[in-house]
């Protein structure tokens, strides 16, 4: 991406403070490579990395149990810079100093523990596992670097058996010389030949201090002396042969540390392809959180790219971060902005009042952009944009005495330049185009400026004070008028873009705000042509109407929210009140049948104190079910009309198919009986029923039964089902034991011998109601329960007479 105004628009600086989230020098790096670029796929899929790293971040700051999957920040601060570690990991024989060895050792072990955090997360957070992947498992080459290096970036002891031999022997030998010397310092500790009592070391080896003059009295070896000169350093001769041992074992000790180093430098290199994948994957992991840091810190969001056949530039709430940092520092508010252009309308011309914030706007546009490209979030409510191949942009003053251009001559060289960069992908930022010259000609060559952009096609932003600018805004197709707002009453800018219409300069009423004196600001409106007094008292009036019907627009969208709460407030109350209304009758309804049902069952027991009454209980118990059943649904459907589906007065002939309650196969009726009775037959059954229990009238021929011609169909032999088992799972124990006996019925005709009724668990009503009706039936011979292959306890099976 082609860039002519990084600098106007303060990339750099943005770069900066994206920078505060960065901690470790990989992500530095990473950092000073970031620009934006024209990529579309790379900036999509980078920004969706973005946008799942702040949910991860998110994750990491809510209260939530620590179990598998759950989101563990990373951390990078700790991160040791190995740059010039890995160069030399690349050169055949250079061997490495422990402390790098050491800072490698870390950064395997972060890297390790960042791909094992993301691994589990991944499920979840799947783009950040994919990035994890190019981090290789150093579990392995860490074991066999671990301890081998101390924290201070010395050799542990244990680095190999040798070692910590000649290590222990260096310990003894030290100890024999300390007790050689201590022996000659009691010795002489009298006769005025030492200095003081202690031992050193010089050159290396153990010593001690003798005075000037005195050296004759010892015997041994003077290695150095004291600034003063009164002071020899003197090795006795006694601990000569003990410091040359210690001197040997110190050089095999060297010898053995350097092997050590050479063979950990080996295993390292061995792996470098790794190392450095993993190295440049934590840079690049701590990028993508300092992003998704940055965007949690300035509320920004994920921009979009609008289609290539389809551009807009959509803004809304959007903020310049650097100056939403500085205002932050003052403790002060940012006013943010909103806009929309697209293919129809791609130029906007910003007009409004001095330090009003038509500059900060287009930086704003400009900045936002170079950071979406950058695969940076945006700070805005929403953001949208085309992909600009590069954005070209005149803002500030660029007067240059060195190079003789007035304010005027830089500013036409400079478009000049961007007239000829640009391109349909270009986006053209002109800050008070045609400024530094006469306003009339300077509104012409702002208007063919502007001519010429919008042929090329390029979305372009134009400040202007220039009225021939204004009038081009308002009367050309695809050129949008906005203006920056000014507070007439205080005299002061409100930096409110507002859309569809120019704004006044108000240049007389901030000098009068800056302290001009009253007197000079009336001349000089006495000496404003008439003509701009009228367009200036237009615009204030203009302004004034969009004002007025701003707020009336507020009030309506406030108005009309609280309708939709209180409608919404309404329906759930008139919801809460049907819901208790509907569960009170129906709890009354309950209540009723439950008197009812005790009052009949009062009454059948008086009954049944006869024995010879007890096919007449059967009855009147059936009775009383089929009654229970008819008044709980009369009431029910005065209740819950809604819920009726039985169809009322249906015509029923004699030879009609009819489907009853309770059996599966279609009846035909045979005759009609008194009392509203019917006597049907229903395959080898034939029975007597109410019109009541009738559910539906069939059509005399099923649809798909007529045979073609000269075809005829005789039905063979056939073992009906339903004559052999019933399932009263769910029913009533009343409604159950009618069911029951019905059934039984129906398989005697059908000259069934051997049943199963299936009636569940649960708590074992069913089952003992059934029970009742079995022990006293006429038809039945025994019954048991079923076995485990039929239902176990679950079922009964019944043997008929």
């Not at 149990?65 to 810079?81: E, H, K």
């Not at 022997?169 to 010795?187: G, H, M, T, V, Y």
Request: proline share 4%; hydrophobic share 40%.
């Amino acid at each position: 991406m082609q860039n002519f105004s990084a600098d106007l628009l303060e990339f750099e600086s943005l770069r900066e403070l994206v920078g505060r989230f960065v901690r470790s020098q990989l992500g530095k790096d990473e950092l000073e490579q970031l620009q934006p670029h024209s990529d579309r796929n790379t900036l999509e899929s980078t920004l969706a990395d973005v946008a799942e790293a702040i949910s991860y971040l998110r994750a990491t700051q809510e209260a939530q149990p620590v179990t598998r999957g759950a989101a563990i920040r990373v951390r990078f601060d700790s991160i040791p810079d190995v740059r010039t570690t890995l160069g030399m990991l690349r050169i055949e024989g250079a061997g490495l100093e422990s402390t790098q060895i050491l800072d490698l050792t870390r950064l395997l072990e972060q890297a390790g523990e960042t791909r094992a955090v993301l691994n589990v997360a991944a499920a979840k957070f799947p783009r950040l596992g994919a990035r994890a992947v190019n981090i290789f498992d150093p579990r392995s080459m860490l074991r066999d670097l671990s301890g081998k290096i101390l924290p201070d970036g010395t050799l542990a002891d244990d680095a190999s058996v040798a070692l910590h031999r000649l290590r222990r022997d260096i310990e003894r030998q030290q100890k024999q010389i300390q007790i050689s010397l201590e022996r000659f310092l009691r010795a002489h500790h009298d006769d005025g030949t030492l200095q003081e009592d202690f031992i050193t070391l010089r050159n290396d080896r153990f010593v001690v201090p003798v005075v000037a003059g005195q050296q004759r009295k010892v015997d041994g070896v003077i290695h150095s002396s004291s600034g003063s000169g009164h002071t020899l350093f003197v090795e006795p001769l006694e601990t000569i042969h003990l410091n040359n041992e210690l001197v040997r074992l110190r050089e095999e000790e060297q010898r053995e540390t350097l092997r050590i180093l050479r063979e950990l430098t080996e295993l390292l290199r061995s792996h470098w392809p790794q190392i450095q994948a993993a190295v440049e994957a934590m840079g690049a992991l701590e990028l993508l959180f300092a992003k998704a840091e940055f965007a949690l810190e300035f509320h920004c969001t994920i921009p979009r790219f609008s289609p290539e056949g389809n551009r807009r530039l959509v803004l809304r709430g959007a903020r310049h971060p650097l100056l939403e940092d500085v205002l932050r520092r003052q403790r002060k508010p940012v006013v943010p902005i909103t806009l929309e252009l697209d293919e129809k309308q791609r130029t906007l011309l910003i007009s409004g009042p001095n330090t009003g914030g038509k500059t900060v706007s287009m930086k704003t546009v400009g900045l936002l952009a170079l950071m979406a490209q950058a695969g940076l979030p945006a700070p805005a409510e929403e953001a949208e944009f085309p992909v600009f191949d590069q954005v070209l942009a005149d803002i500030g003053d660029q007067q240059s005495i060195q190079e003789s251009l007035s304010s005027f001559s830089s500013h036409i060289a400079h478009v000049g330049e961007m007239l000829d960069a640009v391109t349909r992908e270009s986006l053209v930022l002109l800050d008070e185009l045609g400024r530094a010259t006469d306003p009339e000609e300077g509104g012409a060559l702002g208007v063919s400026i502007l001519e010429t952009f919008q042929s090329h096609g390029a979305f372009t932003l134009a400040s202007t004070h220039l009225v021939a600018l204004k009038m081009y805004g308002a009367t050309t197709a695809g050129v949008v008028n906005a203006s920056m707002g000014f507070d007439e009453q205080t005299l002061q800018p409100t930096y409110l873009l507002r859309l569809g219409a120019p704004g006044k300069s108000a240049g007389l009423e901030i000098a009068s705000r800056l302290g001009l004196a009253a007197e000079l600001i009336e001349r000089a409106r006495e000496r404003m042509s008439t003509h701009d007094r009228d367009i200036a008292r237009f615009l204030a009036e203009l302004h004034d109407r969009m004002d007025r019907a701003s707020v009336a627009e507020q009030e309506l969208r406030d108005q009309r929210q609280a309708l939709e709460a209180r409608e919404q407030s309404l329906a759930k109350e008139w919801e809460r009140r049907e819901t208790a209304k509907l569960k009170e009758v129906d709890q009354r309804l309950q209540a009723a049948v439950a008197g009812f049902e005790a009052q009949a069952q009062e009454a059948i027991q008086k009954v049944m104190a006869g024995a010879e009454q007890r096919k007449a209980v059967e009855q009147a118990e059936r009775k009383l079910a089929k009654t229970r059943r008819e008044l709980e649904q009369q009431a029910r459907a005065a209740v819950f009309p809604e819920t009726e589906v039985r169809k009322p007065g249906l015509a029923i002939e004699e030879g009609a198919r009819v489907r009853l309650k309770g059996v599966r196969e279609p009846a035909r009726v045979r005759r009609k009986l008194s009392g509203g009775l019917l006597e049907v037959e229903a395959g080898l059954m034939k029975m007597q029923v109410s019109t009541d229990d009738v559910e539906e009238v069939l059509p005399a021929t099923p649809e798909g039964a007529r045979l073609p011609k000269n075809v005829t169909f005789e039905a063979g032999p056939k073992w009906d089902v339903s004559y052999r088992e019933i399932n009263v799972i769910g029913q009533r124990a009343e409604e159950a034991r009618d069911l029951v006996d019905k059934f039984l019925d129906s398989a005697t005709l059908a000259s069934v011998d051997r049943v199963r009724i299936v009636h569940g668990h649960g708590m074992g009503i069913l089952r003992k109601v059934i029970a009742e009706l079995l022990t006293t039936h006429p038809h039945v011979e025994k019954f048991y329960p079923a076995s485990p292959a039929e239902g176990g306890t679950g079922a009964t099976v019944v043997e008929l007479k």
